[in-house]
């Protein structure tokens, strides 16, 4: 156990059983009141968000973790084959570990897997972003590209990404991970 002034952003914790990723912690201090830490975690099982108050002096059970780099292979069903490149083990991660990047992954991507002490796998970290093609999208006529509208548009993983109107089939486009928005044309 770990006191939570020891604690810090991206630290994962076992709350209430599940590991959490410890995404803010502030401290504060309110007038007469006895201070505390306020932290917002988002459970990796669920990946849900949640706020919680800790007592400034209480302890969390910090979770030792290993993050290692891996190679996206392919798809398997649900499950996405991934590669140790020094080792070349290959590992099922399922599409809920994840979450929603992962209509951004594309052959031979890296991202970092990060394991518990158990060895299981407690989150996989993409780029924060990524640049891909894009597949299909309608052509924009001469006024179109005048104008600083929106129209969507499928990249190579089979994503609709809202792209602008000047963004034709055959461009390559850097995309937010994170967010799915689009970020910028990237010239080749």
Do not use: C, W
Request: charged share 25%.
């Amino acid at each position: 156990m770990t006191s939570i002034s020891n604690v810090s952003k991206g630290s994962i914790v076992r709350f209430k059983g599940e590991p959490h990723i410890i995404e803010s912690l502030v401290h504060r201090t309110p007038g007469n009141l006895r201070a505390f830490y306020q932290a917002n975690m988002k459970n990796l099982k669920s990946g849900r968000n949640v706020e919680y108050r800790f007592s400034a002096t209480e302890s969390v059970d910090l979770i030792v973790t290993e993050r290692k780099q891996y190679q996206y292979l392919y798809r398997d069903g649900t499950d996405y084959v991934m590669m140790d490149t020094d080792t070349f083990d290959q590992i099922n991660v399922p599409e809920l570990t994840i979450g929603s990047s992962a209509r951004f992954l594309k052959d031979g991507i890296m991202v970092f897997i990060v394991f518990s002490d158990d060895g299981s796998i407690l989150d996989v970290e993409l780029p924060t972003f990524v640049e891909v093609e894009v597949t299909e999208t309608s052509p924009a006529t001469k006024d179109d590209r005048a104008t600083s509208g929106t129209k969507p548009a499928t990249v190579e993983t089979g994503t609709e990404v809202s792209v602008p109107m000047f963004i034709q089939s055959g461009s390559v486009i850097r995309v937010d991970t994170r967010t799915g928005e689009y970020i910028e044309r990237v010239k080749k």
